[in-house]
């Protein structure tokens, strides 16, 4: 069990990693994504132009910054408040939004509560388990960094708000546990073994996740399932020593390459630290937040960011930190 005793300085580095390598990783996936799997010699390691500008964050951040602006307006996770902002960004018509995603804001936006859109979508679709609440979830991890079992209730709700199928719900979870540990300085390995105990998780998806380090690389899939994205990113943060080595080797399974991009920044920004970021991708960040407000946001504004989320959990909790 981890104690009280934590050492301050690190956890912010690694949680201001957590979050600019969770938007540089969708930003360098984003012109692979649709792509094929590229070849060994031919990885793209530079921000590249695609549909948009070179170094453009997608929905993946957009919508991880709509979780972060709830936990911060309520500390604890509202699915009102959350679906609302979801809303909000669905109405200024973001360029990309996925289609289970869609299926439950359009309701949503007609005036339907949240847990009856997505009831009604998953009852129509009961199979439907894509990766879009995965993308979002690193906020979670950051505003509840002291509080284990606040992260998982939080991150379980934080899904549920569109992605209530179990898989999705359990992979949230499962990778916000992950950042839990590597934020205190665990080791990759033993921080995803440490999650695997504490998370309820399905046993096939559990089986994935043990594998996933064996994978060859042929055989990743990289879809918008959310098995295919968790197995993508628990592969490139295992079987890779750097943040920069995870990033290249999981953007360029072509596919879904932006979430997973997203999903395994946070999880190496988290094990790496912010310092780890290579300079050349974080001066290429940047992206517009809210939508249509024209305000800029880039890696530093980022980093700011997951001092207010971490700072948050420090005034919520009397425990000292350091
Ligand atoms: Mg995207």
Redesign the pocket.
Known sequence: MIGDAVDAKGILDRARGCAVGAAVG?ALGMPL?FGPRRPLGGLVREMRPGRLPAGTF???TEMALAVADSLLACSVLDGKDLAQRFVAWYRAEPA?VGNHTRAVLSRMATGEAWDCAVGEVQRTAPASAGNGSLMRSWPVALVHWRDLDRLIADSRLQSQVTHSHPECVAAVSLVNAIIYSLLRGTAPAEAVLMALQCVDVPASLRALVQEAPKRPRESLQNSGWVRHTLESAIWGLMTTDSFEAALVQVVNLGNDA??AGAVVGALAGAAYGHASIPERWRDALHGEWPLRSGRQWNAERLADLADRLVASAALADPRPAG
Do not use: L, N
């Open positions: 969708d994504e997608t929905d993946d990309d932006d979430t």
